[in-house]
């Protein structure tokens, strides 16, 4: 594959609807791919999504799912080899975020961050493993804390952390066809999804552990997955960090 063309590939992107999902959405159609956009309970972000590449002259089609059903992963792909004929790469961005002492966190709320941050995780890389075409490319969503040692957020970093480890069972398991599989794992990212569990000052903090004082930005990790998607295919089995050395240590 030519530099980072992605003309005649298919692209799935699990929460590919809104923020970093959104824009790997946007940046793979640009590239050349088409791409199937799943979304949870945002429609209208899918909606301007899609609008948006197609404006650009691109291919998409919008999706939902909650991928703590397998069923709803296996139609996410369905889709996508019904309307584009194949699947090349799969970036699953799901996940869910909550920071709580271990002793206040409730059964359902464990359950809830290990459903969509590990099971949906492990059923979307089982599924892109059946379905993708050889040499095809997948991408899970981690996070750093994956390597802080922090408190609060027990079910958020222990929920992802199994995806370390699917990660690389699935590189040896998919090799023979060529198939690279990443985890991609920022720092704190300046995104909706962050803000809440933090105070101001903790927000200020998390900045302040990272290159040039500040938070990640989509914009930052976008590059990282485009080029494990294109050139960057000799990465498998790793867990990288794009965080701008940030710590919590
Ligand atoms: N922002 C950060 O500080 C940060 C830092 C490091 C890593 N990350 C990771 O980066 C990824 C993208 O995060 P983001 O900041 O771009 O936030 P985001 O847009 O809120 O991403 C999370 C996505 O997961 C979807 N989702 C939640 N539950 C789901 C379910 N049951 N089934 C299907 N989809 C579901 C959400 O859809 P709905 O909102 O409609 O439920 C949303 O599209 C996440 O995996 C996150 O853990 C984020």
Redesign the pocket.
Known sequence: MAGKNLQGKVAVV??G?????GLISRTFAGAGAKVVVH????ESEAEQTVADVQQAGGQAVAVQ????NVADVRRLFDTAVDTYGGVDIAVN?????LRKPILETTEDEYDRMF??NAK?GFFFIQEAGRRLNDGGKIIS????LLAAFTDGYATYAGG?APLEHFTRAAAKEFADRGISVNTV?????D????YPQETPERAEFHASQALGNQL?H?EDIVPVILFLSTEGWWFTGQTLFPNGGYTTR
């Open positions: 699990g929460g609807e809104k923020n970093l999902g979304y949870h309970g945002s799912g909650d991928l703590t961005t799901t996940g869910m975020v459903g969509i949906a969503l981690g996070t750093s992802k794992a920022p720092g704190p990212m995104t909706p999804f962050f990640t989509i």
